[in-house]
């Protein structure tokens, strides 16, 4: 009877093991499989600097700024961003001349560039830090 129940304790055990080593694999993959790479190339884009899984909200990593970029809680804007301190319409960076301005819409919050208050359209260069509410972007231009 005790090698009947250490038999079948041994593969149960051996279960456990394969069904704990699958579930990380999978986790692995689905991690890789959500990552955002930022290629090379002359570009300018927004990095995400605060962690995604403290966020309450969904939110990407990279933002890829064209022409124009917008954010705010609307869902006509470029980075929609579910947060209760980013207004509906809270600020837009604008490329003029291959130089790129941060213009803040008017928000109830602000916008803060690399920890001071905004008011006017402002120069970005390579580095700056954009904080919205409880979100900091990195700026970061390739061109």
Known sequence: ???ILSLLFKYIFIIIIY????SIIRLIYLDIKGMDFVGSGDYAYLKLI?????LPFKINEHYSIDEELSLGRRGDNDIVIKD?????????????EESYFLEDLSSANGTYLNGEL?????G?????????????FLFVNKG
């Open 50 to 54: 605060n962690r995604k899984d403290s």
């Open 118 to 122: 905004i008011g006017d359209a402002v």
């Open 19 to 22: 069904m704990f080593i699958f």
């Open 84 to 96: 209760p301190y980013v207004s509906k319409n809270h600020f837009q960076i604008i490329e003029d």
């Open 1 to 3: 009877m005790f090698n």
């Open 124 to 136: 970005l260069k390579n580095g700056d830090i954009i904080k919205v509410g409880n979100i900091e």
